[in-house]
């Protein structure tokens, strides 16, 4: 090879096709062929609809098409040959060979598989930059469990001061809405994350439907913001605001009436706990 001693391998891709960062078959193939090499793979994808930014793709395509335009593709040997012709003033040279393989059809990735993959996201975008070592996957983890919420913190956000309803009305809301959620939930799996409908991401997962659902009341009231509210949960604010939209269609689907609170979100508890009444005037309502 041109580099025997590199111990590293980074991959530019676009975000379309078999090389979608969303699909798992494309990250299994990357493991095992880092386990195979010994290199560590990183793996950088433009985003949707910017692959004109591979400046290596770009430069070689258009010349290319320029190389076969008016001559009818006939055969692999022609289309090949085309490709391999093509050269450049400047120096550009293509090499050009046929894939003579069989892959077989429907391949799929179970969650477990994917799960066990060693898989590093990048701080920045890990769902577009992540590195994949040369090790072996890893034993399968054991199974997230749901995150209990501290009861206490769950009367304080469901005040119908925050809410603007009744706990009774809130309570009935999250009992005829959660049969939409789970349709929704696995829809929205299918369509973003090509995930099967039994996998449960670990951090999303660990917030149960009447939280989910108190987290997208909260943020159309305006009461709090997503940072502090992922902070009470326990989770991160990316993995909260993958729930919004889904509980904003569910909150639509009901006809709720939200009225949003004057001023800004609260961004402490301290200011959360302004539009709260007090101790006393909880008495006197009692």
């Known amino acids: 090879m041109h580099h025997p001693n590199a111990t590293r391998l980074l991959i530019t891709a676009d975000a379309g096709g078999s090389n979608d960062p969303r699909r798992w078959t494309w990250k299994k193939h990357l493991a095992a062929f880092a386990l195979e090499s010994g290199l560590k793979v990183t793996v950088c994808h433009f985003p949707p609809g910017t692959s004109k930014w591979n400046k290596i793709e770009h430069r ?33 040279t293509i090499g050009a060979e046929l894939d003579t393989g069989s892959y077989p059809l429907g391949s799929t990735v179970s969650a477990a598989e994917f799960q066990a993959l060693p ?34 913190l769950t009367a304080m956000l469901t005040d119908p001061a925050l809410t603007g309803m009744p706990r009774s009305d809130f309570e009935r809301l ?30 999303t997962s660990s917030i149960d439907h009447y939280h989910r659902l108190l987290a997208a009341l909260l943020r159309r009231r305006r009461a709090i913001t997503s940072t502090l509210l992922a902070q009470l ?20 689907l009901h006809r709720v009436i939200v009225t949003p609170l004057p001023g800004s979100p609260a961004r402490t508890l301290e200011q959360l706990q302004v539009h709260l009444p007090d101790e006393n005037d909880q008495e006197d309502q009692t």
Do not use: K
Request: glycine content about 6%; hydrophobic content about 35%.
């Open 119 to 152: 898989i590093t996201p990048d701080a920045f975008h890990g769902d577009w930059n992540y590195t994949l070592a040369p090790v072996p996957p890893h034993p399968p983890e054991a199974p997230a469990t749901a995150r209990r919420t501290d009861p206490g």
């Open 60 to 92: 070689m395509f258009c010349h290319i098409t320029a190389n076969w335009r008016g001559r009818p593709l006939t055969s692999y040997e022609v289309v090949i040959g085309t490709i391999a012709a093509t050269t450049t003033r400047t120096g550009l």
């Open 174 to 203: 999250v009992a005829v809405s959660e049969p939409y959620w789970d349709a929704l939930a696995e829809a929205a799996f299918q369509r973003r994350f090509h995930r099967p409908r039994s996998y449960l991401h670990p951090q």
């Open 233 to 252: 949960l326990g989770v991160t604010r990316t993995n909260l605001s993958n729930q919004f939209q889904d509980g904003h269609r569910l909150l639509d």
